[in-house]
């Protein structure tokens, strides 16, 4: 699954990444759960799909804490690992509290940015499907949105 999501097919990440933990669950392969529901959480966030992503994410603590794994074998990024360990035996719970509160500050900034960065990507596959140079193609988008706003105004 992970082969696919850096090859942007992210579907079939999912679809492998799901197997994945279907498998693990069917023989009891709590790490391996966990491991699954970690790599879906990047997956779905790679995608936009935030709310699954955070759902995936906060199975992924709650299994990693039950069943008192190392945080430094954990699939997790290093600054939540540092918290994890700073927060006590229920850092799971108290992880998933603080991201409900940082989501609730942060995500409207999170859709933003990724309405952004999809705005860029379809524009820069606009450049390059009508062979201009990037800065030719930009200046064009520039003088169009300058006239825009005037005509809108």
């Known amino acids: ?11 079939r990440s999912i679809e492998f990444q799901q ?3 279907d498998i693990a669950r069917e ?7 966990a491991i699954s529901q970690w790599n879906l959480n990047n997956t779905y966030q790679q995608r936009g799909r935030l709310k699954l992503a955070v759902h995936h994410r906060h199975q992924a603590y709650r299994i990693w804490q039950d069943m008192q794994l190392p945080l430094a074998a954990a699939p997790f990024p290093a600054w939540t690992k540092n918290m994890a360990q700073n927060l ?6 108290q992880l998933i509290a ?7 500050l942060l995500l409207p900034l999170f859709y933003c940015v990724f309405i952004l960065r999809t705005v860029l990507s379809s524009l820069t596959r606009l450049q390059k499907g009508l062979k201009l140079h990037p800065l030719a193609f930009w200046f064009i988008l520039g003088v169009a949105l300058v006239l825009l706003v005037a005509w809108l105004r």
């Open 19 to 21: 197997q994945h933990l």
């Open 27 to 33: 023989i009891g392969d709590r790490r391996g759960e």
């Open 1 to 11: 699954g992970n082969a696919y999501q850096s090859l942007g097919q992210y579907q």
């Open 88 to 93: 006590g035996d229920d850092w799971a719970e």
């Open 98 to 104: 603080s991201e409900k509160i940082m989501a609730w």
